[in-house]
């Protein structure tokens, strides 16, 4: 059972919706599942987009916390805040035919305890385009952290995993701590 309080003013103030989600971080295994991806979402389109208002209360240096997964154990992508302790950083990691690729934003490009409207744009169709992040409608910089190789696996069939990561050997591992909004 659930209660939800909204503080109408306040989040129309911010040009938010009413109603956000909190994650309880750590090792929690929150998690929203909204199902398969249709086929249209994952083998029809050449470019993609992540996004999400995100409310990040603190950061775990002992794990990635995930905003949005399509991750499967052998397809997919996620969205996430980097593992770490001081810095702020936003990262893209995609699954390959031969190799995965992984990219991150510059340190520090937003702040904990308020929101920001994070995304991230890639290339479904090959491992030659650098993801591009954006925070607050802003471009951030990115840096190739591994290179993929082959064609990007598709992923039709996934789940869409709002909050955490949810595979065989990942299972609800990598929860944010924070609230997550209009993903």
């Known amino acids: 059972m659930f209660s939800w309080i909204v503080r109408r003013a306040w989040t129309l103030e911010k040009g938010l919706?009413?109603?956000?989600?909190?994650?309880?971080g750590g090792a929690a295994t929150d998690a929203i599942n909204y199902g398969y991806i249709p086929?249209?979402?994952g083998s029809q389109t050449d470019r993609r987009i992540f996004s999400a208002w995100i409310y990040l209360d603190a950061?775990?240096?002992?794990?990635?916390?995930?905003?949005q997964s399509t991750l499967s154990d052998n397809s997919g992508a996620y969205f996430y805040v980097?593992?770490?302790?001081?810095?702020?950083?936003?990262?893209?990691y995609s699954v390959h035919e031969s190799a995965s690729?992984?990219?991150?934003?510059?340190?520090?490009?937003?702040n904990l305890g308020t929101w920001a409207?994070?995304?991230?744009?890639?290339?479904?169709?090959?491992?030659?385009?650098?993801?591009?992040?954006?925070?607050n409608g802003s471009s951030v910089s990115a840096t190739e952290i591994s290179s993929?190789?082959?064609?990007?696996k598709s992923e039709h069939g996934n789940s869409l995993i709002?909050?955490?990561?949810?595979?065989?050997?990942?299972?609800?591992?990598?929860?944010f701590n924070g609230k997550i909004k209009d993903a």
């Open 17 to 24: 919706d009413f109603v956000a989600v909190e994650f309880a």
């Open 39 to 41: 086929m249209a979402a």
């Open 59 to 67: 950061l775990d240096a002992s794990r990635n916390q995930v905003i």
């Open 82 to 92: 980097k593992a770490h302790a001081t810095n702020r950083i936003l990262g893209f």
């Open 101 to 110: 690729g992984r990219w991150e934003s510059a340190a520090n490009s937003f």
């Open 117 to 135: 409207h994070v995304q991230v744009f890639f290339s479904t169709d090959g491992p030659t385009d650098t993801p591009s992040f954006l925070v």
């Open 148 to 152: 993929p190789s082959g064609i990007r």
């Open 162 to 175: 709002i909050g955490n990561i949810k595979t065989a050997s990942l299972n609800y591992t990598m929860c």
